[in-house]
Structures are given as structure tokens and as C-alpha cells.
């Protein structure tokens, strides 16, 4: 099956890197415009070029996602250059792990602001355009731990519960305009984020005790899933959680 897009533009946060990179990679060669988004101006500047240089079109913003007055701000200089973005994509993501007794206020509120207002922040200011066109895509990348919990991360699965709990409520609160929101779980992917977990072979031997195909995922793997959501073909999908992780989650 081919995927269609029709002259689509896609915000995709956390784009500098891992998974966020790839997603942005890959719906740019589906010709889609991509504005590629994350904290620093060298990481997403990166991604953009790297499309840019493969014959694509992208554009890359610098915004921390955690700052809803710095995301108001930038949507709204972006909704000025491209009155609609069809697709939005909220892959950026912390972690700061810690036994609960141990886990501090600060790494609470960051990994929460990041992870979880971020979606509410991005989806606020650019699903009110996609609801007027009556076409939108909105995919939240969620975790396998907001599934199904995971020691050391109240923090991280408490945020990406929420995103699911938030991708259900607007899957519900946009199907009437047509603008489809779904969200993909990834389990363990060869990332920035997991590098020292994978490799650590003791660790990573433990962790895969839980993954019933025995391999960490790539981040094309999530990519893939995600691409599809967003394009025409996935127009009947919505409200869903796509877990892409070797099976930890069935
Ligand atoms: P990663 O390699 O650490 O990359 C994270 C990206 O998010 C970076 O581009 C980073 O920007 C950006 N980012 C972080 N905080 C930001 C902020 N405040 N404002 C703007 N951008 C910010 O992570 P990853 O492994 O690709 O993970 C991507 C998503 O998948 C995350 O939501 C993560 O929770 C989720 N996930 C990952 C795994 C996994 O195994 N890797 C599993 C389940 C879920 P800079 O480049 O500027 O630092």
C-alpha cells in the first residue's frame, strides 16, 4: 500500500533527535513539509538540513515545549507562514527516573511540563486551524510505561498515561471535524534516551526477558506507525494507542 499525503505540512516536536528525527525524516519523503521542532537550535537545524539536502522541504524552529507562553508564541508566528498544519506529531520527551521517595518536585514538574502540558500547549493552538479545514492529524507518542506502569518512573508513566487519557478525550472532542487523534507506545528503542540501558548487557539481557520478540526496536519501527496514522489512508482510525513494542504491552 502507498501512504498519501496531499500537500501536507507536519509539526513534529522533539525532531532533533532518536525517534522524533526519524518521524520527521520519514514524512518528508512522503512529501510532506516539515517543521521540525526541539530545544536546541543545533539539533533540529540538523534534521531540517539533512531533509532539505535529500530533496525535501523542512523547516526547523528551536522551542521549549515545556513553556506554554514560548509554544503560544511560536504557533502563533507559524500559523502567520502556513495557515493550516495539518499533522502534528508530539514526540518530545524527558526522562528523570528516581524511586518515588527520592524523586524531587523539580524532576516531577519537569518531566510533566515536557512530556504531558506540551501536548495540551501544541495541540491548544494548532488543532483550532485543522478543525476548520475538517482534516487533522494529531499523533501523541506515548510510552509502554503510561500502559503499564514501570518502578523509577512515576514521573514518566504518570505523563504518559495522561497523554493517552488527553488523546481519547480530543479523539472524541475533533472526530466531528475530522481531524483523527491517536497515539503510538513505544516499548524499548534504540535511542539518545535508552543508550545506557542497551548497553549495559546485564541490563539490557533483563530488559529483554520482557520483550516477547527479544530485540530492542529502532526508531524507524515507531516511525513507521506513525506515518501511517498520519496519512490518508488511517482516516477511519482514531482514539487509539499503537503500541509498537515487541509485544511487552499485550
Ligand atoms: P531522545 O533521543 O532523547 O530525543 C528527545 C528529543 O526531544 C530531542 O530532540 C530533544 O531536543 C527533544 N526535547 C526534549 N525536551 C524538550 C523540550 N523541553 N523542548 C523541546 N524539545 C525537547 O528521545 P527518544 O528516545 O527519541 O524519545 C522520543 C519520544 O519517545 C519521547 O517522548 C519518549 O518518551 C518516547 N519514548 C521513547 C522510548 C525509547 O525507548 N527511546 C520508549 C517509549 C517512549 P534536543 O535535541 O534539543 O535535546
Redesign the pocket.
Known sequence: MTLTFTNRTALV????????KAIAESLAQHGVTVIC????AD?CGATAAAIVAAGGKAKALA????DGAAVAKAAEELLKEYPVIDILVN????TRDGLLFRMSEADWNDVIS??LSSCFHWTKHLARPMTRARWGRIVN?T??SGIMGNAGQANYSAAKAGMIGLTKTLAREFAGRSVTVNAVA????K????TDFVNNPEVSAKILEAVPLKRFGE?ADIAAATVFLCSEQAGYVTGQVFAVDGGMAM
Open positions: 516536536t522533539g525532531a532533533g533527535r532518536g525517534i522524533g521542532v526541539s530545544k536546541s539539533s522551542v521549549d515545549v515545556a514526540n518530545a520527551g524527558i515536557t512530556n507518542i510510552s509502554v513505544p516499548g524499548f528503542i535511542t539518545d534516551m535508552t526508531a
